[in-house]
C-alpha cells in the first residue's frame, strides 16, 4: 500500500475513534451511562449504527476507552508536575496537587478511572493491555520521583522499603480521601473538602521526608 495512503487512512481511522470517544463522553455526561444507547452515541458522532461497531464492539468497551483517555490525561498531567520541581519530594507533592487538580477539571475522567481496576477484567486483550500500560506509567513516574528523592536526601530511607509499595500506598490513600469528601459533600455542601484534601496531601507527604 502506498505510505501516504496508509497514513491518511490511519488518521482516519483514528479521528472516527476520537469522534466515538468524544460522542460517548457528551452523552454519558447529559443522559448518564445507562440510559445511553450505542444509537445515541452513533447520532451524536453522526456515524453510523454499523460503522459504530467496527470500532467498538459494545457500549463497555467504549466505556473503557474513555477510561484509558482519562488514564492518558492524568499521566500527562503527572509528567507536567515531574518539571515543575527538581527534588523528588516536590515531585511527589507535584503530583498529588495534580492528582486533585485532575478531580477538580476532570471528574468525569477521575470517575472513570475509578471504575478502571475492575473494568480490565472484562476487556479485550489489546485494550486490557493498553489500559495496564497507562497504570503502570502512573506508577513508573510516582517511583522515579520516589528513587530520586531517596537519593537527594529529601525522602526518609528509614520510611520508605519499597518505592513500589510506598506509590500505590500514596495513590490509593489521595484517591480515597478525595472520594471521602466528595461523598461528603453531597450530602453537606458546607463540608470544606478542599482543606481536608490539601491537609491529606500535607500529612502525606510529611509520612516519606526526611525532614
Avoid: W
Avoid at 452523552?27 to 454499523?50: P, V
Avoid at 511527589?92 to 496537587?97: K, S, T
Wanted: charged share 30%.
Amino acid at each position: 500500500m502506498n505510505e501516504p495512503l496508509k497514513s491518511r487512512r490511519e488518521r482516519e481511522k483514528q479521528a472516527r475513534y476520537d469522534a466515538i470517544l468524544d460522542a460517548a463522553e457528551l452523552a454519558f455526561s447529559e443522559k448518564g451511562y445507562e440510559r445511553t444507547s450505542m444509537d445515541d452515541i452513533a447520532r451524536t458522532a453522526s456515524l453510523s449504527r454499523a460503522l459504530l461497531y467496527v470500532y467498538f464492539k459494545d457500549k463497555s468497551a467504549i466505556q473503557r476507552g474513555i477510561m484509558l483517555r482519562a488514564g492518558q490525561d492524568l499521566v500527562t498531567r503527572f509528567e507536567e508536575a515531574m518539571k515543575a520541581t527538581d527534588s523528588g519530594l516536590g515531585k511527589i507533592r507535584a503530583m498529588g496537587e495534580a492528582y486533585y487538580r485532575f478531580y477538580v477539571e476532570a471528574p468525569d475522567y477521575f470517575t472513570a478511572l475509578t471504575k478502571a481496576s475492575t473494568a480490565i477484567a472484562d476487556a479485550e486483550e489489546d485494550q486490557a493491555r493498553e489500559m495496564l500500560c497507562s497504570k503502570n506509567e502512573l506508577m513508573v513516574l510516582m517511583e522515579a520521583a520516589l528513587h530520586q528523592g531517596l537519593e537527594d536526601g529529601t525522602i526518609s530511607s528509614e520510611r520508605i522499603c519499597s518505592p513500589a509499595q510506598t506509590a500505590l500506598y500514596l495513590r490509593g490513600a489521595l484517591h480515597g480521601v478525595i472520594m471521602l469528601c466528595q461523598a461528603e459533600s453531597s450530602q453537606n455542601p458546607e463540608f470544606p473538602s478542599e482543606t481536608l484534601i490539601r491537609h491529606s496531601m500535607e500529612m502525606l507527604t510529611r509520612s516519606i521526608s526526611r525532614d
